[in-house]
């Protein structure tokens, strides 16, 4: 069964410009997760996304959105970008999660965000 | 706001010597528990996780870890570690009332030195 996929893998983009990622997640997997990564913080949760409902947000501003299409797949957007957005993102997909109970995560490559 | 702690981060052993890695969570309600690991150039992935039964979960590559309630502690364990289990581990906590997000620690940086 193939992984979890992201593209693109590399980004580079300066300040003010906007940015879309995308997550394709493993066939069957219905729950999308989205994360932030950079050295020393640990992965900052974004989103989360289950049959295009976003179930649930971390505390990002307005400037980072996310949806989730019927077959799963999901895009994130980052608007007006800024210096310190740099980082990788990583999309985590899983089969369901019910009940407040969330399943193991299987995680993509991510996507390694420049801004300049 | 909810907390995982990772004491340390940065870690370097020897091969062979034993190996505990710290995690502690603040919440005082029902958690479940993870560990994931990301070996250098692979993805992250589960090593092992605790939902419920023996506090004492077993994982992958001989790595264990104990769920300790009354300390808020889930700390990982090898008795013997090798040269590929280099690598940075993740703790994560799901909080019960917390609907699908896991809070993640900042990372434990592990290098075993040949």
């Known amino acids: 069964k193939a992984g979890v996929t992201q593209t693109p893998r590399y980004l580079i983009k300066t300040r003010g410009q906007q940015v879309t990622l995308s997550c394709s997640p493993i066939?069957?997997?219905?729950?999308v997760s989205w994360y932030q990564q950079t050295p020393g913080q640990g992965l900052q949760f974004l989103f989360e996304?289950?049959?295009?409902?976003?179930?649930n947000k971390g505390n990002f501003p307005g400037r980072f959105s996310g949806r989730q299409f019927s077959n799963s797949r999901s895009e994130m957007n980052v608007s007006t970008l800024e210096l310190g957005d740099s980082a990788l993102y990583l999309c985590?997909?899983?089969?369901?999660?019910?009940?407040?109970?969330?399943?193991?995560?299987?995680f993509g490559p991510g996507t390694r965000l420049t801004v300049l | 706001a909810q907390s995982v702690s990772q004491h340390n981060h940065h870690v370097i052993l020897s091969e062979a010597a034993s190996l505990e890695l710290g995690c502690n969570y603040s919440?005082?309600?029902?958690?479940?528990l993870f560990w994931y690991v990301q070996y250098p150039g692979q993805h992250l992935q589960l090593l092992l996780k605790?939902?419920?039964?023996d506090p004492l979960v077993k994982g992958i590559k001989g790595f264990e870890a104990e769920f300790i309630k009354s300390k808020f502690s889930f700390n990982l364990r090898k008795p013997s570690v090798q040269w590929s289990d280099t690598a940075e581990y993740f703790c994560?906590?799901?909080?019960?009332?917390?609907?699908?997000?896991?809070?993640w620690g900042a990372g434990t940086k592990l290098i075993i030195k040949p």
């Open positions: 985590a997909s899983s089969l369901a999660a019910s009940g407040g109970i969330a399943d193991t995560q299987y």
């Open positions: 066939s069957g997997h219905r729950s």
């Open positions: 996304y289950f049959s295009e409902t976003q179930r």
């Open positions: 919440y005082g309600g029902t958690v479940n």
């Open positions: 605790y939902f419920s039964g």
């Open positions: 994560a906590v799901n909080l019960m009332d917390s609907n699908y997000q896991l809070i």
